[in-house]
T-cell receptor, first 114, second 113 residues
Framework: KAGVTQTPRYLIKTRGQQVTLSCSPI?????VSWYQQTPGQGLQFLFE???????NKGNFPGRFSGRQFSNSRSEMNVSTLELGDSALYLC?????????????FGDGTRLSIL | GENVEQHPSTLSVQEGDSAVIKCTYS??????FPWYKQELGKRPQLIID?????GEKKDQRIAVTLNKTAKHFSLHITETQPEDSAVYFC????????????FGQGTELSVKP
């Protein structure tokens, strides 16, 4: 079975731009969660999507948004980029995000803001 | 709010020794506790997990223990090897929010040959 696939692997943007990241979950997995990883803040939960609906949300500003398609693929969008948005963005998938279900991570998209 | 504290932040051991990493969670409703290993430049990989109805779980050289009363859980690695060197993260999920993992700050484990 193919693992979680994230594209692109690397992105360089400038302040004020917007960016879209993509995540394809493991086949059969319907829950996709997104995390931001930085040296200072560690791994922080952004949001989770299940059946094309945002089910959980972390403490990030509204500039961070996402969506999920009928095939469970998910996209994350960040608008009006700031220097502090530079991070590794990871997505993880699980069967349905239920309690006790393992989440499997992709390799991440490394976003650099100049 | 939900919080997971992880200690120590760095840990250095000799090959063959044991390593222990401890985490404390704040939300008593947390019911699932996974541990991830992240090697440099790679994705976090699930190495072991435990559910709130279990006190201990083992998988070869690694084990996890859970104390629900004290709200803490620990990762134990025995007979450490250089390839165990990595950053280890503990995490907790909240009841009915299974897709949301709250992570500890990570422990950088270094195993010296």
């Amino acid at each position: 079975k193919a693992g979680v696939t994230q594209t692109p692997r690397y992105l360089i943007k400038t302040r004020g731009q917007q960016v879209t990241l993509s995540c394809s979950p493991i086949s059969g997995h319907r829950s996709v969660s997104w995390y931001q990883q930085t040296p200072g803040q560690g791994l922080q939960f952004l949001f989770e999507y299940f059946s094309e609906t945002q089910r959980n949300k972390g403490n990030f500003p509204g500039r961070f948004s996402g969506r999920q398609f009928s095939n469970s693929r998910s996209e994350m969008n960040v608008s009006t980029l700031e220097l502090g948005d530079s991070a590794l963005y990871l997505c993880a998938s699980s069967l349905d995000g239920g309690a006790g279900q393992p989440q499997h991570f992709g390799d991440g998209t490394r976003l650099s803001i100049l | 709010g939900e919080n997971v504290e992880q200690h120590p932040s760095t840990l250095s051991v000799q090959e063959g020794d044991s390593a222990v990493i401890k985490c404390t969670y704040s939300d008593s409703a947390s019911n699932y506790f996974p541990w991830y290993k992240q090697e440099l430049g790679k994705r976090p990989q699930l190495i072991i997990d435990i559910r709130s109805n279990v006190g201990e779980k083992k998988d070869q050289r690694i084990a996890v223990t859970l104390n629900k009363t004290a709200k803490h859980f620990s990762l134990h690695i025995t007979e450490t090897q250089p390839e165990d060197s990595a950053v280890y993260f503990c995490a907790a999920t909240v009841y009915n929010q299974g897709g949301k993992l709250i992570f500890g700050q990570g422990t950088e484990l270094s195993v010296k040959p």
